[in-house]
């Protein structure tokens, strides 16, 4: 009897042992699920609006917004990539072959170099990016500065231009981009629109086929590497108002960022805060100028430049820059800087912090003066100019003894047009056979061919010698 109890708790010991391990392993078992349902979590039939090249990497859930963040560790050279989500996935499609997914915050190689060049172009707007001998123009001034934005690419031995940038179709901003492409030749084109009803803007259309492959208009999201800096397109077409096309974009070098805006207004400001983007910056070009109607507090709130360029001339008409948004760059401690007293403005970075170097001193309290400190004005009369030989002296006025240089059979072409040469200083041009040529600077000199009126459209006065 007594071994036979004895059995019965050995048995019951043993059938104990064995439960206890039978649950343990359905414990792990239900807590060690397989990670290829881990995907599960996101849910089916997510529409994910995705304007970007992501490489293809890991993928994670955001519960707040119930979108999709993808992290970027290791991107891939290649300008297109799709992620798998289980049984969804996301593709991006590559608008041109020069987007790219390269991490905005890379470090510049040793030998890197980048600049950012705001010239003065009165009351509108021009700046010239350079990044390891890569160029980018965005905007070109109004007509009047063609011969200027042709000047500085030659000066500077600009032949190409990787990207050139019509922020929205008015004159200030595209007139002089002719001028630049009479110039140099352009890879890639960017436009909010390709079409608008003025002659500048067609002038521009023409010489972006000329010189490019014509207007892009480029999508919000879309990436373009420049050098070892990367544009990032933030926002355009946020409006009806041309102001509000304005194609809003960032420029990355490092840690440092630039962020032109155009000529956006609220509307388009909104838009782009709407969209969560990323906005923060170390330089804001301040938006229309200075106008009261851009640079509002939600906006400067996310960016929280360190420094600020207002594109605007002097004197001019409008009262830019105007008060309120001068007062709130002040309220954000932003040092601010103005075409307008400081000249050309010349930002360097080295990926790290930025420096920056003006044509001319200007105070404090001349910058923060709404439209602009006392401007002088002075006249200059310029005496008539006279040419001397060993007889005579020819005044330039004509009279009816006045013999004048006629255009020799090699200076008009076989399409009608003529070629003349300009001088981007005096702003007059000429024949190549005038004598006034002889005494030009050759870095004055604009080879010109085309038309007596598109010169003219271009702010040109015919010269009284030659009479072109």
């Not at 490019?212 to 397109?233: C, E, M, Q």
């Not at 969560?276 to 200075?290: D, E, Y």
């Amino acid at each position: 009897m007594n071994d036979f109890i004895l059995f019965t708790k050995k048995t019951n010991r043993y059938l104990l042992i064995i439960l206890t391990v039978l649950l343990c392993f359905t414990l792990v078992s239900c807590g060690n699920t397989d990670s290829r349902f881990d995907e599960a979590k996101i849910p089916l039939g997510l529409n994910v609006q995705d304007n970007r090249n992501y490489p293809s990497t890991s993928v994670q859930e955001d519960g707040e917004r119930g979108t999709v963040a993808i992290s970027t560790d290791n991107p891939p050279e290649t300008t297109t990539a799709t992620t798998p989500l289980s049984s969804t996935s996301i593709s991006t499609e590559t608008e041109t072959p020069t987007e790219t997914t390269q991490d905005q915050h890379v470090v510049p190689p040793a030998n890197s170099t980048f600049s950012v060049k705001f010239i003065d172009v009165g009351q509108a707007d021009a700046a010239l990016i350079e990044c390891d001998g890569h160029y980018m123009l965005i905007d070109g001034g109004s007509k009047i500065d063609s011969s200027r934005m042709y000047t500085i690419l030659k000066n500077t031995g600009v032949t190409n231009l990787d990207i050139v940038v019509g922020s929205h179709a008015h004159e200030d901003h595209i007139g002089g981009l002719p001028g630049a492409l009479n110039y140099a030749t352009a890879d890639l084109i960017l436009c909010p629109v390709t079409s608008y009803d003025t002659k500048a803007f067609r002038d521009f259309v023409k010489y972006a086929n000329l010189k490019g492959n014509g207007i892009v208009v480029p999508r919000i999201g879309a990436k373009y590497p420049l050098g070892s800096a990367t544009v990032t397109i933030l926002g355009l077409n946020a409006g009806s108002d041309a102001n509000n096309t304005s194609i809003v974009l960032k420029v990355q070098y490092g840690a440092t960022s630039f962020l032109f805006t155009g000529d956006a207004e609220r509307e388009a400001e909104q838009a782009i805060l709407n969209s969560g983007v990323n906005l923060s910056a170390t330089v804001l070009k301040v938006g229309h100028h200075g106008s009261d109607t851009s640079t509002t507090y939600p906006f400067l709130r996310e960016i929280m430049p360190k420094y600020a360029v207002i594109s605007v001339g002097k004197g001019n008409s409008y009262g830019h820059p105007e008060d309120n948004p001068l007062s709130r760059l002040r309220d954000a401690d932003v040092t601010v800087y103005r075409t307008d007293l400081n000249g050309d403005i010349v930002f360097t970075s080295d990926g790290r912090s930025v420096s920056v170097s003006v044509a001319k001193q200007a105070s404090y309290e001349s910058i923060m003066t709404p439209g602009g400190a006392v401007v002088v004005v002075t006249t200059v009369t310029t005496p008539a100019k006279t040419t001397k030989s060993t007889n005579t002296t020819t005044k330039t006025e004509p009279s009816s003894t006045t013999t004048t240089t006629k255009p020799s059979s090699t200076t008009t072409t076989t399409t009608g047009k003529v070629k003349y040469i300009a001088n981007t200083n005096t702003k007059k041009f000429h024949y190549p056979d005038c004598y006034s040529v002889t005494r030009m600077k050759e870095s004055n000199k604009w080879y010109f061919t085309g038309s007596r009126d598109e010169l003219i459209e271009l702010g040109y006065s015919p010269c009284g010698n030659c009479k072109p």
